[in-house]
T-cell receptor, first 114, second 107 residues
Framework: GAGVSQSPRYKVAKRGQDVALRCDPI?????LFWYQQALGQGPEFLTY????????KSGLPSDRFFAERPEGSVSTLKIQRTQQEDSAVYLC????????????FGSGTRLTVV | EDQVTQSPEALRLQEGESSSLNCSYT??????LFWYRQDPGKGPEFLFT???AGEEKEKERLKATLTKKESFLHITAPKPEDSATYLC????????FGKGITLSVRP
């Protein structure tokens, strides 16, 4: 596609519910990143994939967070047993390998945990 | 640990009033300094990448410069449509962002 697509755009979850957030990167982009952006803050790194390999997951805040990219294209970020502090915008970005052109971000999924 | 500090947090300008946004950074092994623009409800939009001290890049009313410790985003004769949050990020093994600078340009 022309850009990075994320779904859903908005998600309201009850505390304790599991959620799954989807990212469709630009076709052919090898690298895929997930970021978390709290209100009024810059994006915070969560995890990074190169093709299907998860090369860095150091930013995942707890073991309730899990990400996968099984075929090296679409990625899913799963949050188990959501808590109020998980409320944020979750951004996905993709880039070509050797990304001199910068990363392209999606519009994000706004998660609200009530 | 890579760190990015942006200042000021917010900036209000009159249309046509030029100014600069600052990004100070510490990073182990800089593989690029990035500027992004973010509009409300949208993801960051790529503006520039700078790789080495002394490098400059321009796009319309924006010019980005880089030294070994900081980067500046200069806005010349801004217009109301330049109002947005401007994010700076450094890349070593991953992108590390600052908190952003919210720019408002009054007509």
């Amino acid at each position: 596609g022309a850009g990075v697509s994320q779904s859903p755009r908005y998600k309201v979850a009850k505390r304790g519910q599991d959620v799954a957030l989807r990212c469709d990167p630009i076709s052919g982009h090898v690298s895929l990143f997930w970021y978390q952006q709290a209100l009024g803050q810059g994006p915070e790194f969560l995890t990074y994939f190169q093709n299907e390999a998860q090369l860095d997951k150091s930013g995942l805040p707890s073991d309730r967070f899990f990400a996968e990219r099984p075929e090296g294209s679409v990625s899913t970020l799963k949050i188990q047993r959501t808590q109020q502090e998980d409320s944020a915008v979750y951004l996905c970005a993709s880039s070509l390998a050797g990304d001199g052109y910068g990363y392209t971000f999606g519009s994000g999924t706004r998660l609200t945990v009530v | 640990e890579d760190q990015v500090t942006q200042s000021p947090e917010a900036l209000r300008l009159q249309e046509g009033e030029s100014s600069s946004l600052n990004c100070s950074y510490t990073v182990s092994g800089l593989r690029g300094l990035f500027w992004y623009r973010q509009d409300p409800g949208k993801g960051p939009e790529f503006l520039f990448t700078l790789y080495s001290a002394g490098e400059e890049k321009e796009k319309e009313r924006l010019k980005a410069t880089l030294t070994k410790k900081e980067s500046f985003l200069h806005i010349t004769a801004p217009k109301p449509e330049d109002s947005a949050t401007y994010l700076c990020a450094v890349r070593s093994s991953k992108l590390t962002f600052g908190k952003g600078i919210t720019l408002s340009v009054r007509p």
